[in-house]
């Protein structure tokens, strides 16, 4: 007999999640040099390296394009932050969110994260 096991994360203490549209979650890199990164900051990809950063509208490396939202708090101060989880998909609150402006918000919205 085979036991499926999985692990429900219900908590939403944050009030992040703004519906129940679907969450993917992805494991992915932070670059160097970005700090520590606190839960629901938006990100961008570097074109460079593709590792993320902190979106930044004013860039011209990739990060001023949002295309994530950090799932958890990330260290990436001194040295690239591995294996780092964040969303690319889902709906959340705009008030929850670290560094979002309205071309942030339509980024995100055609990569299928949702801001209300």
Do not use: C
């Amino acid at each position: 007999m085979t036991t499926l096991t999985y692990d429900v994360q219900t908590s939403d203490a944050d009030n992040l999640f703004a519906g129940d549209f679907p969450r993917v979650e992805l494991y992915l890199d932070v670059r160097s040099g970005e700090g520590e990164l606190t839960r629901g900051t938006a990100l961008g990809v570097e074109t460079a390296t593709g590792k993320l950063g902190a979106y930044d509208a004013l860039a011209a490396d990739g990060v001023e394009t949002a295309r994530f939202i950090l799932a958890d708090d990330a260290d990436a101060t001194s040295a690239d932050a591995t294996g780092v989880r964040v969303f690319a998909t889902g709906e959340f609150r705009r008030s929850a969110l670290t560094g979002v402006d309205d071309d942030a918000v339509l980024d995100l919205r055609d990569a299928t994260i949702f801001v209300k």
